[in-house]
Nanobody, 126 residues
Framework: QVQLVESGGGLVQAGGSLRLSCAASGGSFGRYAMAWFRQAPGKERDFVAAVSWGDGSSSYGDSVKGRFTIARDNAKNTLYLQMNSLKAEDTAVYYC???????????????????WGQGTQVTVSS
């Protein structure tokens, strides 16, 4: 069973930057599409970004495109999310997710992912 643990969350001022990490254990990082989702209180879980196993192709939600960058280090079994130009509306619990998928697949729907971390809180003050 793949286990995911997020870290790097915290409090940051609007316009600032933050880097989240997701450490995977219990299985090979290979052939797993990885993604970040976020959920604010009272709201649905939204897609943030995803990266494929094959060539590292990435996809982003419209609200974060141009500001966030997803990356993976397969040797370290770690997923990253670099968040720049943060806004108050970015405040949420950020979750790391994974699904066994080869090639360039990078699903953007939460129900397409089988493994989830417990989340890390990101709070952006305005």
């Amino acid at each position: 069973q793949v286990q995911l643990v997020e870290s790097g969350g915290g409090l940051v001022q609007a316009g600032g930057s933050l880097r989240l990490s997701c450490a995977a254990s219990g299985g090979s990082f290979g052939r797993y599409a990885m993604a970040w989702f976020r959920q604010a209180p009272g709201k649905e879980r939204d897609f943030v970004a995803a990266v494929s196993w094959g060539d590292g192709s990435s996809s982003y939600g419209d609200s974060v495109k141009g500001r966030f960058t997803i990356a993976r280090d397969n040797a370290k079994n770690t997923l990253y999310l670099q968040m720049n130009s943060l806004k108050a509306e970015d405040t949420a619990v950020y979750y790391c997710a994974a699904v066994y998928a080869g090639g360039n697949l990078r699903p953007a729907r939460w129900n397409q992912y089988a493994h989830w971390g417990q989340g890390t809180q990101v709070t952006v003050s305005s």
